[in-house]
């Protein structure tokens, strides 16, 4: 019996070395991107169905007087409406006294002080009067479901989550791409591989082209 050929070898070797590479990197990238998978898939649906899943959307309005010391620091002027930053006692007051982060950039005009604060699933603001120091605010929820609707859309969420959705794109990426290799590598003794392949490209074309208006 003939010892098989350095060649044969080599290449059974490489294939080797290659799929368990690709194992490897296939159950990695689904680990890391399981649960936004669950999450962008359930918010998809919701989403799909949002005029039929009902919100229940609560507002809490709050109020607050600024010191005499911090209202000289936003005392009107004869300057031209711009856009900026509370000065940071202010904001740390309003943040003490209200329970809200008055980060971001404020709407400056001559009689008000306006800072939006927009946030997944609803919504929030601070005003205060330049003359008399007065501050309003409200904070506003829809709800859990209008939270994680917002997440899958990037709403508001900053820049942590969009990192995240990064990190979870190219993990997802590498999911399919190792997931088609592996698919091409076994489709020999699995003969239904490509035939479905080709209907989850073929069946979103087809609604697309023929049943969308």
Known sequence: MHAPAAPAIRKRSRKSFWLKQLHTWHWMSSAISLIGLLLFALTGFTLNHAADIEGSPQSVESKAQLPAPLLAQVATDDAPDTKKPLPAQVGAY??????????????????????????????????????????????????????LNDLHKGRNAGTAWKWFIDIFVFACIVFTLTGLVLLQMHSKHRKSTWPLVGMGLVIPALVAIFLIH
């Open 94 to 147: 309003v943040e003490s006294k209200l329970g809200m982060a008055a980060q971001g950039t404020a709407e400056w005009s001559a009689d008000e002080i306006y800072l939006p604060l927009p946030r997944p699933g609803g919504d929030a603001w601070v005003s205060i009067d330049r003359a008399t120091g007065a501050v309003t605010s409200e904070r506003s929820s829809r709800g859990w479901i209008a939270y």
